[in-house]
């Protein structure tokens, strides 16, 4: 792999203050993820109404394949909007992709059911996923580059941020979920209550729009004269863009393991209510709001690799044990216990990650290179996890299942990071 170009990070016009710019990368984020999650928490719910079957665990598959398809689409978004972003600035990439995000939750808001309009519902929710999927594909790499490309010797506490408001938008798609769960009855919400966290984001996204218009691009205009950084990307960083996908692998298959899937886990394998793994998916994400700027500054001071590999590993050697705990024990307090573990775990991983895909690309091809290799971590180890752990579960009549495959993902992780420290790569 060729070395990273010597360019630095472009540098900040005037000295606004960190926080503003936190929010404006993070906002976009955190929808995004609130969009996911409440897709993933009212799936269910959605297969009933969007997916009817005879069986319903084909139900359920057709639901949860939809949203992994739609997340082909993520690495296509990376290339366009991150090199929209490499050329017109990072202000310019966060915009676009908000706004699309925007349309396609209004979509998913509004759209109506396989009752009244037949196979145009599932169609549509389908198109739905797909915009927003592509948006999403934009997001992470002009919001990451916003942040890191700031002048401060805290790369690694700027970058958390951005999976910090994972880690909020979790929270608030929970609390929806366990609101909605335990005070609406279930006819209440297949009629209209599975919409309510759709409309939540549609009045969050003119918040994050009017925020992103009103702060400063750090690619200053000399910087935007690459004129192909999708072509220079994969002619030049091939290799980084394939490790930075294999760094990615553990963390993303936890988050759409340990997150998004675990309350269909808690309904259809441990036959707790729903409302149980809503509350333990508030932990988590509580967790990973609270704790990831703070691993993200141990990361600054201590080293982001070993950070990394730490939690990698406990990963690997506590996901059987927790998975098997939790069928012999399948209660709230066993789950919470296993649910703030995970999360704990994803913290630390998750500190450092950022700063560490980010030092792979130099800056006039950060917001694509950024964009292509998360996103297809997402997409290959991520978008189709729910889909897979319910056909591995299917196939093995296995609720233990699911771990074999977080263990994978643990190990490849492992490999990918010790090449990255090897590689001595220069820290931006």
């Given at each position: 792999m060729q070395s990273i170009a010597s360019e630095g990070p472009a540098v900040r016009r005037d000295n606004r203050p960190l926080k503003r710019l936190i929010v404006a990368s993070s906002?976009?984020?955190?929808l995004e993820w609130f969009d996911f999650a409440a897709y993933g928490f009212f799936a269910v719910t959605l297969s009933k109404l969007f997916f009817p079957a005879h069986d319903q665990t084909v139900s359920l598959l057709l639901t949860f394949g939809t949203f992994g398809l739609s997340y082909i689409f993520r690495p296509l978004g990376a290339l366009i909007l991150g090199r929209y972003a490499d050329r017109r600035g990072r202000k310019a990439g966060l915009l676009a992709s908000l706004g699309l995000t925007t349309v396609g939750t209004l979509i998913c808001a509004l759209i109506p059911t396989y009752a009244s309009i037949g196979l145009a519902a599932p169609i549509g929710l389908m198109l739905a996923r797909v915009l927003i999927s592509f948006s999403t594909g934009g997001e992470f790499g002009s919001g990451t580059a916003l942040m890191i490309e700031q002048e401060s010797e805290r790369k690694s506490f700027l970058g958390s941020w951005q999976f910090s408001s994972q880690g909020m938008a979790t929270v608030l798609a929970s609390f929806a979920g366990l609101a909605l769960s335990s005070q609406l009855s279930?006819?209440?919400?297949e009629a209209w209550g599975w919409r309510v966290p759709f409309v939540f984001g549609l009045l969050v996204a003119p918040v994050g729009l009017y925020i992103r218009r009103h702060i400063d691009d750090t690619l200053q205009?000399?910087?935007?004269?690459?004129?192909?950084p999708i072509r220079d990307l994969l002619a030049s960083h091939k290799g980084r863009?394939?490790?930075?996908t294999g760094i990615?692998?553990?963390s993303t298959a936890a988050s759409y393991l340990?997150?998004?899937?675990?309350?269909?886990?808690?309904?259809?394998q441990l036959h707790l209510p729903a409302s149980t793994g809503f509350a333990a998916t508030v932990l988590t994400g509580t967790v990973l709001m609270v704790l990831t700027p703070y691993m993200g500054h141990l990361a600054d001071k201590y080293g982001r690799s070993r950070m990394m590999?730490?939690?990698?590993?406990l990963t690997l050697v506590t996901i059987y044990p927790c998975f098997r705990w939790l069928l012999a024990a399948p209660t709230f307090s066993v789950l919470m216990s296993i649910m703030l573990l995970a999360g704990v775990l994803k913290a630390i991983y998750f500190g450092p990650l950022a700063a560490v895909l980010s030092s792979l690309f130099p800056a006039s091809l950060r917001s694509t290179g950024l964009g292509l290799s998360y996103n297809v971590g997402v997409m290959v180890f991520g978008g189709f996890t729910p889909w897979l752990v319910t056909a591995m579960i299917g196939w093995t009549?296995?609720?233990?299942s699911p771990s074999f495959y977080l263990m994978g993902c643990a190990v490849l992780s492992l490999a990918c990071i010790g090449i990255y420290h090897r590689l001595a790569v220069k820290h931006i």
């Open positions: 906002i976009g984020n955190a279930t006819d209440q919400i205009p000399s910087a935007t004269n690459n004129a192909a863009v394939l490790l930075a990615m692998a553990v340990m997150i998004l899937y675990m309350p269909t886990y808690a309904v259809k590999t730490l939690a990698a590993l009549h296995d609720p233990v």
